[in-house]
């Protein structure tokens, strides 16, 4: 938490600034209020800009905002805990004026002074860089600074003007449409996302904002939202966005090397699989345990998994009768009454070998990844294990997810994923946003993963002929599903 004693020093003017840092500051105490009348003006740009940022940082999180200014977006935000740092004493008294009795705090100084970030508290859940990285005296000095306040699944979230609209915004800026600017460093993405890799951050994620940015009543949000995201478009946008965690090798020992880990396996006529599976399952460890969940079978899929967990007491197994539909429905059931600190989907029509999932396990334990996702999309596959519409359907989905989602997967329905306890009950708490729409389990982890700015990790696996019974998958009618799917996460987490 932040003191009393740090607030009121923030207070005071900054001296010992390296010349840089000076000038910024004394152009924003001049400014002020000029600036102010600008983001009136623009308003259609700050509202957008600011619904953007709420739409990508989970409820009730802690948030540092560093170039706050006057503190419209930690404003909006109104998170759980705030605090803003900016270079301008002005700006930041009146940011402490609008918080009035909020869990807010405003601070004047540089965010690469460390002396500053340690009396501001934290660590803090979200740190935000808006319109702000082409300001700093040493971008990467910050990067590095701001570790301090980091834990070990803080986001960062930056944005920042697109160098080809640098003589856009410097011809506004001639014809009074655009309030000036201090000099700027215009750092393109790559070099920013360079910097971060330097300063032991990995990125998780990257989008293209605000093509258009100016108010056309009726037009600018459509332009914006849709037009403005199709691929060869969006890289035209105002504005890029990168979220970033810290390196995992950061925070060493914050998790278990070997977690305690639930394998949630859905059964549906799979009866002459089970044996095999059973006796391909893995040692992962003290208080781990495999639950089978059934679904409704029509062959005695049921009776040969009571049988199984009968005979097989001393290695954890347990059976839980479905009352729902769709793999979906079983992997929420199983993932309610899992005890590990690791859940992971397994399919039982043995697709996927059980001997994979210690890759699985290790990969999450290591920091790898906060989920992930199987892919069956590397090596050759066995005989007819995937029909070609289906191979051929999986790759368009990779590309369209990719897209959607910001982060590369290669396969969306592979039923072999990974994830820790922790992180799941956060995206469950976050289902209603999307709703219950999901009959495979898969994208509700993909999507709610996304928005929460997780870290999805492919890892490649090989696919199996199946052995007994036909596939639960059917190519159109699911097909079909998967679109109108894809749509939904289209306007949740694209088209905002």
């Known amino acids: 938490m932040v003191s009393t004693e740090s607030d009121s ?23 002020h209020e000029g600036l102010e009348r600008s983001r009136r003006r623009h308003r259609y740009y700050y509202d957008g800009l600011t619904r953007i940022i709420r739409s990508r940082i989970p409820a009730r999180s802690s948030i540092l905002d560093v170039g706050c200014g006057a503190g419209h977006i930690l404003l909006a935000l109104n998170p759980h805990h705030g605090v803003g740092i900016d270079a301008s004493a002005r700006a ?37 860089l808006v319109n702000v990285v082409t300001q700093l005296t040493d971008v990467q000095a910050a990067f590095e600074s701001l570790r301090s306040v980091c834990h070990s699944r803080t986001r960062l979230l930056l944005y920042s003007y697109s160098r080809i609209w640098q003589p856009i915004l410097r011809l506004a800026e001639l ?82 090397s070997r977690p305690s880990t639930s394998v949630i396996i859905p059964c549906c006529n799979e009866a002459g699989h089970i044996p095999e599976l059973v006796e391909s399952l893995p040692d992962l460890g003290p208080n781990s345990e495999f639950i089978f969940v059934e679904g409704n079978s029509t062959d005695d899929t049921e009776d040969v998994v009571r049988r199984a967990v009968e005979e097989n007491q001393a290695r954890s ?29 397994l399919d ?25 996702n199987g892919s069956r999309m590397v090596y050759p596959m066995e005989g007819r294990a995937m029909r070609f519409l289906n191979l051929l359907a999986n790759k368009c989905f990779a590309w369209l997810f990719t897209w959607l989602l910001g982060q590369q997967v290669r396969d969306t329905l592979c039923g072999t994923k990974a994830l820790y306890r922790e992180d799941y009950e956060h995206i469950a708490a976050s289902r209603a946003y999307f709703g219950d729409f999901d009959p495979f389990g898969d994208f509700d982890l993909l999507f709610g993963a996304s928005r929460l700015n997780m870290r999805i990790v492919d890892v490649a696996v090989r696919y199996h002929e199946r052995r007994y019974g036909r596939t639960n998958i059917s190519r159109f009618r699911h097909g079909w599903l998967l679109l109108r799917m894809s749509f939904l996460a289209a306007r949740k987490l694209k088209f905002v």
């Open 9 to 31: 020093i923030a207070s005071h003017p900054i001296t010992g600034h390296d010349p840089v840092f000076e000038m910024i500051e004394r152009f924003y105490e001049d400014h």
């Open 348 to 372: 039982s029509d043995l697709s996927v070998s059980p001997k994979d999932i210690p890759r699985f396990i290790g990969l999450l334990s290591k920091g790898k990844g906060e989920l992930i």
């Open 317 to 345: 197994f347990r059976f839980l009768k479905q009352t729902g539909k769709g793999k979906g429905d079983a992997v929420r059931l199983g993932f309610s009454q899992a005890r590990g600190e690791v859940l992971v989907i």
């Open 175 to 256: 014809l009074r449409i655009k309030h000036p600017t201090p000099p700027e460093s215009w750092l393109p993405p790559e070099e920013v996302r360079h910097m971060l890799a330097l300063a032991d951050y990995e990125i998780v994620r990257k989008e293209y904002q605000m093509v258009w940015p100016g108010n056309i009543p009726g037009l600018s949000d459509r332009i914006n939202r849709y037009i403005g995201h199709l691929p060869g478009i969006e890289w035209l946008s105002l504005i890029y966005g990168i979220m970033a965690r810290p390196a995992s090798h950061r925070f060493p020992g914050s998790r278990a």
């Open 92 to 128: 930041i008294a009146s940011a402490r004026e609008a918080a009035g009795d909020r869990n807010l705090h405003f601070f004047q100084g540089d965010a690469t002074d460390p002396d500053l970030l340690s009396r501001i508290g934290g660590p803090f859940d979200v740190i935000l």
